[in-house]
């Protein structure tokens, strides 16, 4: 027997503790190719609320009445596949269980390294690659450059400020609390951050921020954020666009300033991304990772929540700015 959660409906606006369902299912008969997992650690990501809608994206949505799945590390109890072997740790997009019996095509070994094994959910995993390409194939930053990075608080914002760091630009993060901006200048490496929250002209903060104007915004957030730092844009100015968690409850529409004029007069690149399109890649950027953690150029936090029955707290608390760095639920 196992313990899951699965998406009990499709929510209107921002999700509540109703959307979710905890139901206890016999495990299947572990089939030739298959292994038997007990899972260690969840991540939790604002992309899963796109899932939960029904509607054509790059991954299927989430089914009412199935588990939730995403990024988690388990370990192996049983296995009849010849890749893995009982003991191993291993990293893949699974159910939202305790345990459960998966195809082993599509898992991968988490290698023991100098590193905490959840870290392969964060700086050495999706967020960290999300930031490390993001930021080096769209970005480009350039030494002495200004370098914008909404939701820098978060997973990937954590690691692309510092990424921008070690390519010589001055960075600016943009978070929701003062604590989180005073985290990033004093552990990160941010030269200067901006609570939006508290500042009602988000234009002017930007502008007097960054006195040389931007040259690289990497877009976490959307929405309202984004309108004050495009108004500041360079000539020649690059946008990996990366979320827009300030939009992914909207119910309606939202409308904004029309920013073609701003993006076309000052020839500025805005291209969106997801890291799966670097997937022939990966193992170059977790080297590059790898070794500036090693190297401690890379530092990382991260909120784990304990308790396999807390997933819905901590995906909810991603909406609210619960978390400091990559949000984990450790099972």
């Not at 899951?4 to 299947?28: C, M, Y």
């Not at 930007?206 to 040389?212: M, Q, T």
């Not at 300030?246 to 890291?275: E, H």
Request: hydrophobic share 40%; proline share 5%; charged share 25%.
């Amino acid at each position: 027997m196992a313990n899951q959660i699965i998406l009990a409906n499709r929510p209107q606006g921002e999700p509540t503790a109703d959307t979710f369902k905890k139901e206890e299912v016999s495990l299947p008969e572990l089939k030739e190719g298959e292994v038997h997992l007990t899972t260690k650690y969840f991540s939790v990501d604002p992309y899963m609320r796109g899932r939960m809608n029904d509607a054509k994206s790059y991954v299927p949505p989430f089914e009412v009445g199935k588990p939730i799945s995403g990024g988690a590390i388990a370990e192996v109890v049983e296995s009849k596949s010849e890749s893995f072997q009982t003991g191993e740790l291993v990293l893949g997009t699974l159910p939202w269980a305790t345990e459960a019996v998966v195809k082993a095509e599509g898992l991968q070994k988490v290698k023991k390294e100098d590193v905490p094994d959840h870290y392969y959910l964060g700086i050495l995993g999706m967020p960290g690659l999300t930031a490390y390409f993001g930021l080096m194939d769209i970005g480009k930053p350039k030494a002495g450059e200004t370098v914008v990075v909404s939701g820098a608080a978060g997973a990937v914002g954590l690691v692309v400020g510092q990424i921008a760091k070690i390519q010589g630009c001055r960075v600016v993060g943009i978070a929701g609390s003062d604590e989180k901006i005073q985290m990033l200048k004093e552990q990160f490496g941010y030269d200067e951050g901006i609570n939006y929250k508290t500042n009602k002209d988000l234009k002017a903060a930007v502008a007097a921020a960054c006195p040389d104007g931007v040259d690289v915004y990497f877009d976490n957030v959307g929405g309202e954020v984004s309108d004050a730092v495009i108004m500041n844009l360079n000539f020649h100015a690059r946008i990996p666009l990366c979320g827009q968690i300030s939009l992914y409850n909207a119910s309606g529409t939202p409308t904004g300033p029309r920013i073609q004029p701003m993006l076309l007069t000052r020839s500025v690149l805005m291209k969106g991304f997801i890291v799966r399109n670097y997937q022939d890649k990966f193992p170059e950027g977790i080297q590059q990772l790898s070794t500036w953690v090693k190297e401690d150029k890379l530092k990382f936090t991260e909120t784990i929540i304990q308790g396999f029955e807390r997933l819905p707290e901590a995906f909810l608390g991603l909406f609210t700015g619960k978390n400091q760095g990559k949000m984990i639920v450790e099972v």
